[in-house]
């Protein structure tokens, strides 16, 4: 089984869902962000229990090498949608979505089907092949 699988594991028996788990460099720090999601809100609490589940599994297979910092939080209501994935668990919200040809599709998601994305807009329902998003996200419109 792998790291990812079976932090995912670890997520679930919280009663969340793993969102995404990414490695980055912020201010010369390796951080090993790993980041959840669920349908009744992601407070601190649960982020601690995440976090300190996931600790002894990191102490024994480290995900990276050298020192790094483990992130565990909440992707927020604006997020960043990367992977077939995020827009099944997005379905029913706003969305904007800009194609590799540069158009830009603003609606409210209604379905994936295969790796086509639909979104209801003002215009009407419009499919996108996931392969033609140059980057996605979710909005909220304050």
Known sequence: MSLEQDIKKIV????????DIET??????????VTITDRDGV??????????????????NPPVSGDYNLEVSSPGIERKLKKLAHFENSIGEKVRITTIEG????????KVEGNT????????????????IQSAKTYFEW
């Open 12 to 19: 679930e028996s919280c009663g969340a869902k793993l969102y």
């Open 43 to 60: 407070d601190l609490d649960k982020c601690a229990k995440v976090s300190n589940l996931i600790s002894p599994l990191l102490d024994v």
């Open 24 to 33: 980055v460099s912020e201010h010369g720090k390796t951080i090993y962000r």
């Open 117 to 132: 994305i639909f979104i209801k807009t003002a215009d009407g329902l419009v499919s996108v092949d996931f392969d033609d």
């Open 103 to 110: 158009d830009v599709i603003d609606g409210v998601l209604e």
